[in-house]
């Protein structure tokens, strides 16, 4: 018996337009569910609304009534849509509120889209997001340059941003977003990196975002394009580059680490699906339904997957996707750092462990026995401290660069 056989279908509309088959025992959340839940992220800012003020989800929940992806992005565009409007009129009177609300109109735009944009309406949350962006991004110091970089008869739409005033060529960190963030998130997270004297270069990951593929066993080639790039600009050092992923991207982090060993200093992981997140089992118990997720993991992952229309597709090249199976675990790679969370329940953290006992170099970990996915710990280790105590003074050292004035020359070694 086929596994979507053994499994109760709901309708689920794709961009695609096909099918997912959803496990009767791993049920989704409700809507009332969903409000509720979304609420209390916004209000304790918890991904995947950081930033995001909880009465605006509030509003916009008064004019959901159904699981209906475009009465959802409507809804919340509607919101972002009034950010913007404000932020567009007080471009020359006050730049600082201008540059404020179009931050706002980003954050709630990119929750439209949410997890992806996968009906016309949350691609057009999308598109909105990024034009919301790319607003808020003309009043960054150092400027954010939009940097276009040909691959396979089409173009990896990147965010680059350089220290400013640098009198030789900088190290640079390449940031890949997970499944359902986006470059744009990368770009802004990352802003405290360049204080350090280094840049960053954010993409979207293969399948995600305005990636120009979708993901297979060779999608990793898109990303050692992207090195091209970085190595061929003279501002860039490029004797002197990382790679930074989050969840999703945390697996090409580690492929890259492998396959780019010799063009990498180092690369950082925050959740790297390794193995077992890529088995039949762990996607059927774990993966559909999952609670730890807002909502609709599954969905989104089969979105971003090529040629992939059912769950018996997806496990088959999930399979291939296991850097056990494809024979990469065990080979020579650069440093790394890995992150993560003992109560993750998105990725299992037996696979952390067993990218800690492979390759040929020492690593270094940071695990939460409190955390859960990313490492993270409402209150405690929130995503931003995550990034700027543990990931962005790991970078610094493996690029070998001095810390900003006032930073911590450490690595914190437990959580507190």
């Not at 209390?40 to 509003?59: K, N």
């Not at 597709?313 to 494809?326: H, T, W």
């Not at 993270?376 to 610094?396: A, T």
Request: aromatic letters at 8%; a neutral charge.
């Amino acid at each position: 018996m086929l596994l979507a056989d053994r499994c109760l279908l709901l309708l689920f509309p794709l961009t695609m337009g096909i099918a997912v088959a959803f496990a009767q025992e791993h049920r989704e959340r409700t809507l009332e569910e969903m409000k509720t839940e979304s609420i209390r992220r916004a209000e304790q800012g918890i991904y995947p609304l950081i930033g995001v003020d909880g009465e605006d989800v509030r509003q916009a929940f008064q004019s959901i009534h159904s699981k209906d992806q475009d009465e959802w992005a409507a809804a919340f565009i509607n919101i972002g849509d009034r950010y913007m409007r404000d932020a567009n009129s007080e471009t020359s009177s006050d730049p600082a509120k201008a540059n404020a609300n179009y931050t706002r109109a980003w954050r709630i735009y990119s929750f439209a889209r949410w997890p992806v944009p996968s009906s016309p309406g949350k691609q057009k949350a999308y598109d909105k997001a990024v034009q919301a962006y790319l607003a808020h991004a003309k009043f960054l110091d150092p400027p954010l340059e939009v940097v276009h970089i040909p691959f396979a008869a089409s173009e990896v739409i990147g965010y680059l941003r350089l220290p400013k005033n640098s009198k030789t060529a900088v190290p640079l960190v390449i940031a890949v977003n997970g499944l359902d963030s986006r470059k744009e998130d990368l770009a802004e997270s990352f802003a405290p990196i360049l204080a350090y004297g280094i840049g960053v270069l954010a993409v979207d990951g293969p399948g995600t975002g305005q990636a120009p593929i979708k993901v297979t066993p060779t999608a990793d080639r898109m990303l050692s394009r992207v090195i091209d790039y970085a190595q061929s600009r003279p501002e860039i050092d490029g004797r002197r580059l990382a790679l930074h992923g989050v969840s999703w991207g945390a697996y090409w982090a580690t492929k890259m680490a492998i396959v780019e060993h010799s063009r990498l200093r180092g690369a950082s992981a925050l959740s790297p699906p390794v193995d077992k997140f890529f088995r039949r089992d762990y996607l059927v118990n774990q993966l559909l339904g999952n609670r730890e997720y807002l909502f609709d993991q599954v969905p989104a992952l089969m979105s971003i997957l090529e040629g992939v229309t059912n769950l018996d597709e997806m496990a088959a090249l999930f399979s291939r996707l296991s850097l056990m199976n494809d024979g990469l675990l065990g080979q020579p790679m650069c440093p790394m750092l890995i992150v993560g969370g003992v109560l993750d329940t998105q990725v299992p953290i037996d696979d952390l462990y067993l990218l800690l006992s492979k390759g040929d170099v020492p690593k270094t970990a940071w695990i939460n026995p409190q955390g859960g996915h990313l490492g993270r710990q409402v209150k405690v280790w929130p995503d931003p401290l995550i990034l700027r105590r543990i990931v962005v003074p790991w970078l610094v050292g493996v690029l070998d660069q001095q810390p900003a004035a006032g930073e911590s020359q450490s690595l914190p070694s437990t959580a507190h």
